[in-house]
């Protein structure tokens, strides 16, 4: 493709950008009765040494935070958010149980 032809393909485009608009799930939880939001987690392996999990705890915070990226609306809900962990074993569940977990 050539560089005349790849501009002119995306000419609409530049001269046009789309408006960038909040997703309706973000305006749901823009609204002054959403306090909190976030998700439940359960730690249910143990085959990782501490080290191993400090690790992936640093990696999904990152990623959490790099998937907001460009979310238009973002700022307002961020504050919002709150992830809980439950580790499985304090709560005598067996490793790798997810049916128990559910319950």
Not at 37 to 60: K, Q
Not at 81 to 103: H, M
């Amino acid at each position: 493709m050539s560089r005349e032809h790849a501009y002119k393909s995306c000419f609409n485009e530049i001269e046009n950008p789309q408006y960038l608009h909040r997703e309706p799930w973000i305006r749901r939880l823009e609204h002054p009765r959403v306090t909190r939001y976030g998700f439940v987690i359960y730690r249910l392996s143990y085959t990782e040494n501490d080290d191993a999990w400090s690790s992936f705890l640093s990696t999904f915070d990152s990623s959490i935070t790099n998937g907001w990226q460009g979310v238009v609306g973002a700022p307002g809900v961020r504050g919002k958010e709150q992830i809980y962990w439950i580790d499985g074993k304090a709560e005598k569940i067996p490793e790798g149980d997810v049916e128990a977990a559910r319950l």
